[in-house]
């Protein structure tokens, strides 16, 4: 069982910057994929970024390349977005969630999700 706790969103001006912070309880395995999606009024969860939480690998969305940066610290548990450069079409409910394969079934988690708003 894994528990997911973001935090770090809140409003900001256009051009202005944002850390998020995912903490996880319970066990994240190397081979976990770990992400960040969002979530607008009216539209779908779209991923945002994610990592692989082993070797580190990341990928974004296009609408974020440059901007955003996802990070992780596997001693601490804790998955990050620092988000820089941020557009009012960047303003949704933030979630972090995982991905994980334990015993040949697959096991998906969670947050509650952190409301990010950018003014334009």
């Known amino acids: 069982q894994v528990q997911l706790v973001e935090s770090g969103g809140g409003l900001v001006q256009a051009g202005g910057s944002l850390r998020l912070t995912c903490a996880a309880s319970g066990r994240i395995f190397s081979s976990s994929f770990m992400g960040w999606f969002r979530q607008a009024p009216g539209a779908e969860r779209d991923f945002v970024a994610g990592?692989?939480?082993?070797?580190?690998?990341?990928y974004y969305a296009d609408s974020v390349k440059g901007r955003f940066t996802v990070s992780r610290d596997t001693a601490k548990n804790t998955m990050y977005l620092y988000m820089s450069s941020l557009k009012p079409e960047d303003t949704a409910v933030y979630y972090c969630?995982?991905?994980?394969?334990?015993?040949?079934?697959?096991?998906?988690?969670w947050g509650q999700g952190t409301q990010v708003t950018v003014s334009s």
């Open positions: 969630g995982v991905d994980q394969l334990v015993a040949g079934s697959r096991y998906n988690y």
């Open positions: 990592i692989r939480w082993g070797v580190g690998n990341t």
